[in-house]
């Protein structure tokens, strides 16, 4: 990696105007966390000479150590030493002076990496494929939300060409769609920039939310590194422009949820796609595939709604999925076989929403396709609609039963290492008990005098 530093330092020397960087891990909620470091460390940094402590990874929503975590107060809060993914450095240009994002992930001292981090949880699924002669080709779909960031409860942004409000759904307006030309274009910029491949936007069916794919790569780990920068990048661009960026799953009540599509295919040694037998149905490559999205997507659930607002979003007829089901142009259903030319026959993830964490995300996919795979699991047959009235497995229906689900899953110990899942775990059971302590002002107003 010795000619990748060299680059990189002599770009550091191009751009003067750079004076400090950002060393960053992504932890478990998928947030980066790191430091801020005078650009004169850059070469420590990218020869894996900074350190980290590991905790950093394993923080709460809110950022607070979690009570019991083994990595706090069993080792003394131990460091691990920070080494750079190769994912050159990132330039960002929506602070107040220009800076860039150098990301990194934790290894112990022998330079063995920390199993606990989720960037490190997707490279051991992906080295699973690889003995196999197998590469995922992935891409992503993230929603959010503009809101106006002076308000306290989500409202619709001003138009920067009306100077109205928004305040209806828009799904598929290209008027909307130009009326932010502005803001999508510096997305689009900013993208270029940190090589984010970004394909389609529109406007989406709430009141200024929004879409941008990115396009498919045939490397799963840049694919995840892709979706967390791209969140990044949205909040960042959108803050220059006097707005707020929202990915959570459900900010209103009433309106549609912020998703994450995956969609995905698998090459094999001569890069030929074993989903793709020539028919519109696919291979039983990818039915096996499927059968094991669906053996683990309960279990799962808790990576793809990881959070107590995650449940608003999964409600029937959402165009989020409720039931553990799949079928062909359904997008009514967990897993989707869009349509198209048999060369390009994949598969589509819809449950995430976008408030999570990428690498987790696409470790929980890839990791329960490759189970189908290997054990060549049935998907059963394919629905249509919605299923109604066929008797088909649900999603947990809440927070606390999705973590119950994860903690006894054995698809899922297989997919992910202990110190991980425990992690994972106490993290999210700390967070459902800080939620049960607080009463919403809804709640006061409803019980107060009547009960």
């Given at each position: 990696m010795s000619?990748?530093?060299?680059?990189?330092?002599?770009?550091?020397?191009?751009?003067?105007?750079i004076q400090s960087l950002r060393a960053a891990v992504c932890d478990l909620n998928g947030i980066m966390r790191g430091k801020r470091i005078p650009v004169e460390q850059a070469r420590k940094a990218l020869e894996g000479k900074l350190r980290m402590p590991y905790s950093a990874i394993g923080l709460d929503i809110w950022g607070?150590?979690?009570?019991?975590?083994?990595?706090?107060?069993?080792?003394?809060?131990?460091?691990?030493?920070?080494?750079?993914?190769?994912?050159?450095?990132?330039?960002?240009?929506?602070?107040?002076?220009p800076t860039a994002l150098l990301p990194v992930w934790l290894a112990d001292d022998s330079g063995a990496p920390y199993l606990g981090d989720p960037r490190r949880a997707l490279a051991r699924i992906l080295d699973r494929y690889a003995a196999l002669g197998l590469t995922p080709v992935t891409a992503t779909e993230l929603e959010f939300y503009l809101v106006d960031p002076t308000s306290q409860r989500p409202v619709g942004p001003v138009s920067p060409v009306t100077g109205r409000r928004l305040d209806s759904?828009?799904?598929?307006?290209?008027?909307?769609?130009?009326?932010?030309?502005?803001?999508?274009?510096?997305?689009?910029?900013?993208?270029?920039?940190?090589?984010?491949p970004v394909d389609t936007a529109i406007a989406e069916n709430g009141v200024g939310q929004f879409e941008i794919n990115l396009n498919h790569v045939p490397d799963a780990l840049r694919a995840a590194d892709d979706a967390v920068l791209f969140k990044r990048t949205v909040k960042g661009i959108a803050r220059k422009h006097g707005f707020a960026a929202c990915f959570m799953a459900k900010p209103y009540g009433e309106r549609a949820g912020n998703g994450f599509h995956v969609h995905f295919s698998v090459l094999d040694r001569q890069g030929r796609n074993i989903f793709d037998d020539g028919s519109d149905q696919g291979s039983d490559a990818m039915r096996?595939?499927?059968?094991?999205?669906?053996?683990?997507?309960?279990?799962?659930?808790?990576?793809?709604?990881?959070?107590f607002n995650s449940y608003r979003r999964l409600r029937p007829r959402s165009y989020a999925p409720t039931a553990v089901a799949w079928g062909y142009e359904n997008r009514m259903v967990a897993i989707r076989i869009p349509g198209g030319p048999s060369?390009?026959?994949?598969?589509?993830?819809?449950?995430?929403?976008?408030?999570?964490?990428?690498?987790?995300?696409?470790?929980?996919?890839?990791?329960?396709?490759?189970?189908?795979?290997?054990?060549?699991?049935?998907?059963?047959?394919?629905?249509g609609g919605e299923g109604q009235g066929l008797a088909l497995a649900k999603l947990p229906p809440d927070w606390a039963s999705a973590i119950a689900a994860f903690e006894a899953g054995q698809r899922v110990a297989e997919i992910f290492p202990d110190v991980l899942r425990d992690a994972f775990i106490?993290?999210?059971?700390?967070?459902?008990?800080?939620?049960a302590l607080n009463v919403s002002d809804f709640e006061i107003e409803t019980y107060l005098e009547s009960v």
């Amino acid at each position: 990696m010795s000619d990748a530093i060299t680059d990189v330092l002599k770009w550091l020397e191009s751009r003067r105007d750079i004076q400090s960087l950002r060393a960053a891990v992504c932890d478990l909620n998928g947030i980066m966390r790191g430091k801020r470091i005078p650009v004169e460390q850059a070469r420590k940094a990218l020869e894996g000479k900074l350190r980290m402590p590991y905790s950093a990874i394993g923080l709460d929503i809110w950022g607070e150590d979690i009570e019991g975590n083994a990595q706090v107060f069993s080792t003394g809060d131990a460091d691990g030493l920070c080494h750079w993914t190769g994912r050159g450095i990132l330039p960002v240009n929506w602070t107040a002076h220009p800076t860039a994002l150098l990301p990194v992930w934790l290894a112990d001292d022998s330079g063995a990496p920390y199993l606990g981090d989720p960037r490190r949880a997707l490279a051991r699924i992906l080295d699973r494929y690889a003995a196999l002669g197998l590469t995922p080709v992935t891409a992503t779909e993230l929603e959010f939300y503009l809101v106006d960031p002076t308000s306290q409860r989500p409202v619709g942004p001003v138009s920067p060409v009306t100077g109205r409000r928004l305040d209806s759904d828009a799904a598929l307006s290209i008027d909307e769609v130009d009326d932010f030309e502005a803001f999508i274009h510096d997305i689009y910029e900013a993208c270029r920039m940190q090589d984010i491949p970004v394909d389609t936007a529109i406007a989406e069916n709430g009141v200024g939310q929004f879409e941008i794919n990115l396009n498919h790569v045939p490397d799963a780990l840049r694919a995840a590194d892709d979706a967390v920068l791209f969140k990044r990048t949205v909040k960042g661009i959108a803050r220059k422009h006097g707005f707020a960026a929202c990915f959570m799953a459900k900010p209103y009540g009433e309106r549609a949820g912020n998703g994450f599509h995956v969609h995905f295919s698998v090459l094999d040694r001569q890069g030929r796609n074993i989903f793709d037998d020539g028919s519109d149905q696919g291979s039983d490559a990818m039915r096996h595939a499927v059968g094991g999205l669906l053996a683990a997507m309960a279990q799962s659930t808790l990576v793809f709604a990881p959070h107590f607002n995650s449940y608003r979003r999964l409600r029937p007829r959402s165009y989020a999925p409720t039931a553990v089901a799949w079928g062909y142009e359904n997008r009514m259903v967990a897993i989707r076989i869009p349509g198209g030319p048999s060369a390009a026959r994949r598969i589509e993830h819809r449950v995430s929403g976008a408030d999570a964490n990428p690498y987790l995300v696409l470790a929980a996919i890839l990791g329960a396709a490759l189970i189908g795979i290997e054990r060549q699991l049935s998907p059963g047959e394919p629905t249509g609609g919605e299923g109604q009235g066929l008797a088909l497995a649900k999603l947990p229906p809440d927070w606390a039963s999705a973590i119950a689900a994860f903690e006894a899953g054995q698809r899922v110990a297989e997919i992910f290492p202990d110190v991980l899942r425990d992690a994972f775990i106490a993290c999210k059971r700390q967070e459902l008990n800080t939620f049960a302590l607080n009463v919403s002002d809804f709640e006061i107003e409803t019980y107060l005098e009547s009960v």
